[in-house]
Nanobody
Framework: QVQLVESGGGLVQAGGSLRLSCAASGRTFSISPMGWFRQAPGKEREHLATINWSGGTTNYADFVKGRFTISRDNAKNTVYLQMNSLKPEDTAVYYC????????????????????WGQGTQVTVSS
């Protein structure tokens, strides 16, 4: 099982960019689907982007397509979320998560499929 630590959050002006990183420990990272999710106050946790074990398949929520990019480096046990053109409504706590290891080409976007979560990193976008 992996353990996850996010970093890279902070305060940015609208239109700016941030790159989140999620460092994983554990022997199964390279075969684990990974995802980025976020949760704003009073709202449910929502899917942003997910990536399969090889990086060959990615899925994005419609509201981040064209702005956010998920990637992974299995040699470094790290998954990234590049966020551009940030908006005030992107303000939330951002979490990375790992699903059960599998070598499927497809990757789930469901929060319920992800069993290991990081502690979260705050992203605040000012207008």
């Amino acid at each position: 099982q992996v353990q996850l630590v996010e970093s890279g959050g902070g305060l940015v002006q609208a239109g700016g960019s941030l790159r989140l990183s999620c460092a994983a420990s554990g022997r199964t990272f390279s075969i684990s689907p990974m995802g980025w999710f976020r949760q704003a106050p009073g709202k449910e946790r929502e899917h942003l982007a997910t990536i399969n074990w090889s990086g060959g398949t990615t899925n994005y929520a419609d509201f981040v397509k064209g702005r956010f990019t998920i990637s992974r480096d299995n040699a470094k046990n790290t998954v990234y979320l590049q966020m551009n053109s940030l908006k005030p409504e992107d303000t939330a706590v951002y979490y990375c998560a790992a699903a059960k290891p599998n070598l499927r080409r497809t990757v789930s976007t469901s929060v319920d499929e992800y069993e290991t979560w990081g502690q979260g990193t705050q992203v605040t976008v000012s207008s």
